[in-house]
């Protein structure tokens, strides 16, 4: 036994500091009471009392649990703590959130304590681990770990390591692209953290009308997102500060730094185009105009105001905008990327009135042009022209008058006045005499000499054949071209115009050997053998099928070419249907593309003049038609096609074949024609000007200049062709022209 010893415990960083002073008694009288001392201390308890403060602050405790047997307490506010009547040798458990949970002896090992002071210095508890990439296992730099109010930052390694707070605070892990973590680390000094990516919902919005825009587009980290098509984008790992753009067609580009949170809404604002629309020509605004707007998922349309503006939202690239109005032409505009819009609508109607340029009458019946655009004007001279293209002159031509052309400009309304034009005295050049230049060069030198003023040049002869090298693709086919050395067409009309000539070009129509032959598809049939049909028996004359629409625009194709050569008229000869020439059981058998009745065949020319006007007018050339003499007093057809009223609507010019021995004897009241030609001319062209009194078309006859082939074969010279031009004078018609299938005049070889 030790007398006044100072016993110092340790035990698990807890200082324990016991002092207390024990008389010893080494007599042995006294050994009984000694024992009975020990016995007493033995089952007496010991009462422990001290202060619990932080080992590295010393600051004191509240609340810490001390804990031993069956009973404990906890430090004061001061830290204090009594435990008494604890068991000698009793474990305390010491106990506080946050700190390490320490054990120690109650009372120390000395018997004799019955009071013992024991101050108690806590350790704080500290957590460690690793912050990793959960997806790749690597460390984490920057990442803040954090429980209560304290907080770290890892550093390359990933590791962290703090002072664990209470049990109850959970440990938070938050790093740039990572999705928050949280954990109740509990009593555990150990924890490592495994970060996943972050997940981020972007939703791109219609900002007026808080909904969805599905074909938006998003941009992060320099790549485009891919969107579930209902406007929204999931992103990973995305870090904080990074720039969301947003685009989306018919709408402003947007951008956004992402802040960190789950969920972006991210709002665009519509594009707006502002337009207006004003007139081509004055620059004044345009009320009332449709504008039509095209795009992949709709199509909205709206007119422009009284200022001539309109406007239009969510316009996307690509989209195409229609502005139409009455009377100008539709502007059609790809839509890109601009705010505003200034559209110029040109005016495409053109009005005015044609007049007599001597009396300044108006005139009825004139064919106005620009491109293809035609109509007739009206009995007062006026015409409207709707729909006219840009850039094409204007021409106007009729009967009896001069052509007119002239540049539209920029105007809505064009008078025009015409000049009447001579009365056309003309020759007949034949096809074959154009493979004598120097005998072409003498007949007009020779027309300009006589008086003539006109020329009339075949350039698609009695067989078919071409009297120039034509670009139509079916006149290829079959080289209908002549194939001979001929005067161009071209020098042909050169020379015309230096003799002052007016040119027409005269064609053979439905008469067509060439074509009939080579295309026995587009032939006048035999109904007996289905070969191509032979009109006189002799091999020598075959027909093209007027019923036939490919014969139709074949022939109305070299019509075009011959207007585009700088022809002054075009005129049809053979625009019928062929007649029995020398059996009527010939002609019977002559078979259609359909049944030839005179309703049929009426249609089937007028069918022809419609097209041949509608392409020919805007090339501003004058329409003649031949037509045989009889026609001009028969009010049938002929059982040719051929009818005055019906082909008078699409023509200016007929031209009938008045020569006196044409007419039987007895016709028109004449014992025999061809010795009165001036009655002849006259009776048949009275007859035919009545018939054309109310119509635009106008009559210039063709006069026999060769001799009389009749019964009595009378001599024609020059008292014969005065008095067949005087009977055309008198009886109104507007010229003449002179026929002689060889091209040899009665006044040529007069002296």
Not at 282 to 305: H, M, W
Not at 324 to 337: E, F, L, P
Not at 338 to 362: E, F
Not at 436 to 454: D, H, I, T, W
Request: hydrophobic share 40%; proline share 5%; glycine share 8%.
């Amino acid at each position: 036994m030790s007398t006044a010893t100072d016993l110092w415990l340790k035990e698990k960083h807890v200082t324990v500091k016991v002092r207390h002073v024990v008389p010893v008694l080494l007599a042995f009288p006294i050994v009984l009471l000694i024992s009975l001392i020990i016995l007493y201390v033995l089952t007496s308890g010991v009462t422990v009392r001290g202060t619990v403060t932080d080992a590295q602050n010393g600051q004191p405790l509240v609340g810490v649990d001390i804990m031993a047997a069956n009973t404990g307490t906890r430090s004061d506010a001061d830290g204090h703590y009594v435990l008494a009547s604890l068991p000698r040798g009793s474990i305390l458990t010491v106990m506080l959130d946050g700190y390490q949970t320490t054990e120690i002896i109650a009372g120390g090992n000395s018997l004799f304590v019955r009071d013992a002071i024991v101050d108690i210095a806590l350790q704080p508890r500290t957590l460690e681990g690793t912050v990793t990439d959960a997806a790749t296992g690597r460390p984490v730099a920057g990442a803040v770990v954090s429980m209560g109010d304290r907080s770290v930052v890892t550093g390359e390694d990933g590791a962290y390591r703090l002072v664990a707070p209470r049990s109850d605070v959970p440990l938070l892990a938050h790093a740039d692209g990572f999705a928050d973590y949280r954990a109740l680390p509990g009593a555990a000094t150990m924890l490592p953290i495994a970060l996943s990516l972050n997940t981020v919902t972007v939703t791109v919005i219609d900002d007026a009308e808080q909904k969805a825009i599905g074909h938006a587009l998003l941009h992060a980290r320099g790549q485009e997102i891919q969107g579930n098509g209902h406007g929204e984008f999931v992103l990973h790992g995305l870090r904080r500060d990074t720039e969301l753009l947003a685009q989306a067609d018919g709408y402003l580009a947007s951008s956004l730094r992402y802040n960190g949170a789950p969920t972006v809404t991210l709002p665009l604002s519509a594009n707006v185009l502002n337009g207006i629309v004003r007139d081509g020509y004055s620059g004044e605004p345009l009320q009332g105009v449709a504008i039509t707007l095209k795009q992949i998922d709709n199509t909205r349309s709206t007119y422009s105001d009284q200022s001539g503006r309109f406007e239009f939202r969510r316009l996307r690239a690509g989209a195409v905008l229609s502005l139409s109005a009455a009377g100008y032409d539709t502007a059609v505009i790809t839509y890109t990327d601009q705010i505003s819009l200034c559209a110029a609508l040109r005016p495409n109607t053109l009005r005015g009135v044609v007049s007599d340029g001597r009396t300044g009458a108006p005139i009825a019946g004139a064919y106005v042009s620009v491109g293809d655009v035609t109509v007739k004007t009206a009995r007062n001279g006026e015409y409207r022209l709707d729909g006219i293209p840009a850039g094409l002159p204007l021409i106007v031509n009729a009967a009896g008058y001069d052509r007119h052309h002239q540049p539209v400009g920029q105007v809505t309304q064009l008078d025009v006045s015409l000049l009447p034009s001579p009365t056309v005295r003309g020759i007949y050049i034949p096809f074959y005499l154009l493979t004598v230049p120097e005998r072409v060069r003498s007949l007009l030198s020779f027309a300009e000499r006589a008086g003539m003023n006109a020329i009339v040049v075949d350039i698609k002869g009695d067989d078919g054949y071409l009297a120039y090298p034509s670009a139509v693709p079916l006149a290829r086919q079959i080289k209908a071209s002549y194939a001979g050395s001929m005067m161009p067409i071209g020098d042909v009309l050169a020379l015309a115009r230096q003799h002052g000539l007016y040119t027409i070009a005269r064609m053979v129509v439905f008469k067509d050997n060439v074509l009939a032959t080579s295309r026995p598809d587009l032939a006048v049939k035999d109904r007996r053998t289905n070969g191509v049909w032979d009109d006189c028996g002799n091999g020598s004359t075959y027909w093209a099928d007027p019923f036939r629409k490919e014969v139709v625009d074949y022939n109305v194709a070299i019509a075009e070419e011959a207007a585009r050569m700088g022809f002054d008229e075009i005129q049809f000869d053979y625009i019928r249907f062929p007649p029995a020439c020398t059996s009527k059981t010939r002609f019977e058998n002559a078979s259609y593309a359909m049944t030839s009745t005179m309703e049929t065949r009426l249609a089937a020319i007028e069918t022809f003049l419609a097209e041949a006007r509608r392409r020919l007018k805007p090339l501003g050339v004058a329409i003649a038609v031949d037509t045989f003499g009889w026609t001009l007093i028969r009010d049938d057809d002929l059982a040719i096609g051929q009818r005055m009223e019906n082909m008078a609507k699409y023509v200016d010019y007929i031209c009938p074949m008045v020569y006196p021995s044409t007419w039987e004897p007895g016709a028109l009241g004449l014992a025999y024609p061809p010795a009165s030609p001036y009655e002849t001319v006259y009776a048949s062209i009275t007859y035919g000007m009545n018939r054309l009194k109310d119509t635009n078309a106008r009559l210039r006859p063709w006069l026999q200049d060769f001799d009389d082939y009749q019964s009595r074969a009378i001599p024609y010279g020059i008292k014969e062709l005065d008095e067949q031009r005087r009977a055309a004078a008198d009886a109104g018609a507007v010229g003449w022209m002179l026929w002689n299938a060889g091209g040899s005049y009665t006044e040529e070889a007069t002296p």
